[in-house]
C-alpha cells in the first residue's frame, strides 16, 4: 500500500483516474458544503455530500455517495483514504471506500484558504450596474430595493419538483431579475424590501443579464437613506405608507409610525 499526495493524484492522466485500492492518501477536511439529492441509475434517490480536502501539496473538493459515513467528515480532521476515485480533480468517494482517522495533517494557510473557496467561493460586492457588464458564470452580491415579485412555481431540476421565484432588483444606476431558488423561494420579501443577496451567479436569458441563486445565497434586509418630499401618506395602525418624490420620481415607503 503506497501513499500519494494530492498533487500526485491530480497529475495522474485521465487514463489512469481509476480505482484507487492499492494507494492511501492522508487529508485533513477543510470546509463541508451542502448534501445533494440524486436519482441513481436504478431509479433510486440518494444523498451526496461535498466538501473539500487538503494536504501540504494541494487542495481538492470531494463528494460521499455512502450516507453511513456522512458523521465521519467534520472540518479540521485528519482522515486516511483509500479506495477511491479521482475525476477530472475532484476525489470521489462511495460505499467502498475506507475512510480512517489518520496522523493530524498540516495544511499550509493558502491551500486551506483554496479548500474553502472551493466550497464557497467569494462574492464581491458589485453594483447593478457593473453586473450588466459583468461575465457570464461569475458570482457576486448585490443590493437593491425589491420593485417586482413574481408568484412561486414549480420546474422538474433532475426529474424533481423545485420551487423558483424571480424578483426585479433596482439600484440608482439598474435593474436586473434574480431567479430564487429551492427554499430561497419562500424567503419573506416583499415589494419595497431594501436586501442584499449574496452569492448570485450571471446569467443571460435573450441577451439579457439575470441573477440566479446558489447553494451559498443569503439574503439580508438592508437599511437605506432616501430623501425628497412627501407628496401623500397614509397611516395604519402600526405602520403607515409614504410617497416620496425623487428627482420627479414617485416611490411609495413603508415605514413604522414610530419613525415619523
Given at each position: 500500500?503506497?501513499?500519494?499526495?494530492?498533487?500526485?493524484?491530480?497529475?495522474?492522466?485521465?487514463?489512469?483516474?481509476?480505482?484507487?485500492?492499492?494507494?492511501?492518501?492522508r487529508v485533513c477536511v477543510i470546509k463541508v458544503g451542502h448534501t445533494?439529492?440524486?436519482?441513481?441509475?436504478?431509479?433510486?434517490?440518494?444523498?451526496?455530500?461535498?466538501?473539500?480536502?487538503?494536504?501540504?501539496?494541494?487542495?481538492?473538493?470531494?463528494?460521499?455517495?455512502?450516507?453511513?459515513?456522512?458523521?465521519?467528515?467534520?472540518?479540521?480532521?485528519?482522515l486516511t483514504l483509500r479506495n477511491f476515485l479521482v475525476k477530472g480533480t475532484r476525489l470521489v468517494l462511495s460505499k467502498q471506500t475506507k475512510i480512517m482517522a489518520g496522523q493530524m495533517v498540516t495544511v499550509p494557510k493558502e491551500l486551506s484558504l483554496k479548500g474553502i473557496g472551493l466550497i464557497t467561493p467569494q462574492s464581491p460586492k458589485k453594483s447593478l450596474k457593473e453586473i450588466?457588464?459583468?461575465?457570464?458564470?461569475?458570482?457576486?452580491?448585490?443590493?437593491?430595493?425589491?420593485?417586482?415579485?413574481?408568484?412561486?412555481?414549480?420546474?422538474?431540476?433532475?426529474?424533481?419538483e423545485t420551487k423558483v421565484r424571480t424578483i426585479t432588483i433596482q439600484d440608482s444606476d439598474a435593474e436586473i431579475e434574480l431567479t430564487l431558488w429551492r427554499e430561497l423561494a419562500n424567503q419573506p420579501i416583499t415589494i419595497g424590501d431594501y436586501v442584499e443577496v449574496s452569492h448570485c451567479v450571471v446569467a443571460e436569458w435573450q441577451r439579457r443579464k439575470t441573477l440566479n441563486s446558489t447553494r451559498n445565497t443569503k439574503t439580508q434586509p438592508q437599511e437605506r437613506k432616501?430623501?425628497?418630499?412627501?407628496?401623500?401618506?397614509?397611516?395604519?395602525?402600526?405602520?403607515?405608507?409614504?410617497?416620496?418624490?425623487?428627482?420627479?420620481?414617485?416611490?411609495?415607503?413603508?415605514?413604522?409610525?414610530?419613525?415619523?
Open positions: 500500500m503506497q501513499y500519494k499526495t494530492l498533487k500526485e493524484l491530480l497529475s495522474c492522466k485521465a487514463g489512469d483516474a481509476a480505482p484507487y485500492p492499492t494507494t492511501m492518501v445533494a439529492t440524486f436519482n441513481s441509475s436504478n431509479g433510486e434517490k440518494g444523498q451526496m455530500l461535498n466538501f473539500s480536502v487538503a494536504d501540504a501539496t494541494e487542495a481538492m473538493t470531494a463528494t460521499l455517495s455512502d450516507e453511513t459515513k456522512f458523521s465521519q467528515i467534520r472540518e479540521g480532521r485528519s450588466l457588464d459583468a461575465p457570464v458564470k461569475s458570482i457576486s452580491t448585490v443590493q437593491g430595493e425589491v420593485v417586482k415579485d413574481e408568484a412561486i412555481k414549480t420546474v422538474q431540476v433532475n426529474q424533481t432616501v430623501t425628497g418630499q412627501v407628496e401623500a401618506i397614509s397611516f395604519g395602525d402600526a405602520t403607515c405608507e409614504v410617497c416620496l418624490q425623487e428627482n420627479g420620481i414617485f416611490r411609495d415607503y413603508v415605514v413604522d409610525i414610530d419613525m415619523i
